[in-house]
């Protein structure tokens, strides 16, 4: 007789737990494992002069397609090449100079076998990962690597899970290290992710500040009621004070008006300013600028280039980062 009972709420956490702590296990695995064939692979994705085409089936070919999309993003130009197509045609994207990586659990995979063929016709290197070290694309390929054998995080143990987060952990892996042996800084990636809020947080403050006679600058012996004219006509509501030779000594606000109340017209700026304001460079991230308003308090930045003594070269609001999409 079946029970009818429904699992507890108490039962779904712990069998998530469980899934969870089963890919955790695979991983721990994987970097136990991870040996010199991963460095090799590391040295002929390096030498690449041409593409990194990446293939394979099924969930292989999904992980494959992140893969792919990873090393674009990161300054090594990629192509996923779905196998089952690779010979009506697709075959043609791969020329001399590229490197393949043809991604198969058990390394057996049907569709890949024209595939296969045809890097090994044209002497192309091939990257094989599988799990099985005895099969045909592992002795097929230029560098093997092997994902340890895990089993599956399901009871029936053919649900894609374990394999795949190993698989999707070796790619970015493989990415990143050889992001890192490439020198990609955060201005490369910049140059990939011009757009969406990516593109926002990466975004230097010189793009986006407001510069020459859009900075409201006095200088020290500037009377106040000039100061007050700037600070309205700008809009910042702020005012910087420079020195002569145009470094920047200090700030009004209106937390300086008010407590120079008294008086306020009979003063110049050097009176009424904060000495040493808080500032920003102009090579700072847009996301680095919000953070720092944020953590003083204030909604405006003078940008000074401090190569050349505290000169103001711009200014910065909070609304010109939220407006550009940092958060």
């Known amino acids: 007789m079946t029970s009818d009972r429904k699992p507890s709420g108490l039962e779904f956490l712990e069998q998530g737990r469980s899934v969870i702590k089963s890919e955790i296990r695979a991983l721990t695995h994987l970097l136990d494992n991870l040996g010199e064939d991963f460095s090799r692979a590391i040295e002929l994705l390096i030498n690449t002069e041409g593409k990194i085409i990446v293939a394979g089936m099924g969930k292989s070919g999904h992980i494959g397609r992140k893969i792919a999309a990873t090393l674009s993003s990161t300054g090594n130009p990629a192509h996923f090449v779905h196998p089952a197509e690779a010979s009506h045609g697709d075959l043609g994207v791969l020329a001399k100079g590229d490197t393949v990586l043809i991604l198969s659990n058990s390394g057996e995979t049907p569709e890949l076998a024209h ?11 091939t990257i094989g990962v599988a799990s099985v070290s005895d ?14 054998k895990t089993g599956e995080a399901c009871e029936t143990g053919v649900v894609p899970s374990n394999s795949t987060t190993m698989l999707l952990a070796l790619g970015d892996a493989l990415a990143i290290t050889l992001m890192k042996s490439k020198n990609f800084s955060v201005d490369s990636f910049r140059e990939f992710h011009p757009g969406g809020k990516l593109g926002a ?11 020459g006679s859009e900075i409201p600058l006095v200088e020290m012996t500037t009377p106040m009621d000039e100061t007050l004219l700037k600070m309205t006509k700008k809009g910042f509501g702020v005012a910087g004070i420079v020195s002569s030779d145009g470094n920047l000594m200090g700030i009004i606000t209106d937390g300086d008006l008010r407590r120079h109340m008294d008086g306020l017209l009979g003063h110049t700026a050097g009176d009424v300013m904060t000495p040493n304001p808080i500032t920003i460079s102009p090579d700072s991230l847009a996301e680095e600028a919000l953070a720092l308003m ?27 980062c939220l407006r550009l999409g940092v958060v």
Do not use: W, Y
């Not at 099969?135 to 340890?148: A, D, E, F, K, R």
């Open 115 to 125: 595939l296969i063929s045809h890097v090994k016709r044209f002497s192309i290197p």
């Open 135 to 148: 099969s045909t694309l592992i002795h097929n390929s230029t560098v093997g690597i092997i994902l340890p």
């Open 201 to 211: 947080r990466l975004t230097k403050v010189e793009a986006i500040m407001h510069r």
């Open 294 to 320: 944020n953590e003083k308090g204030v909604t405006c930045l003078f940008v000074v280039n401090q190569k050349s003594d505290s000169k103001v070269v711009g200014i910065l609001h909070i609304h010109d």
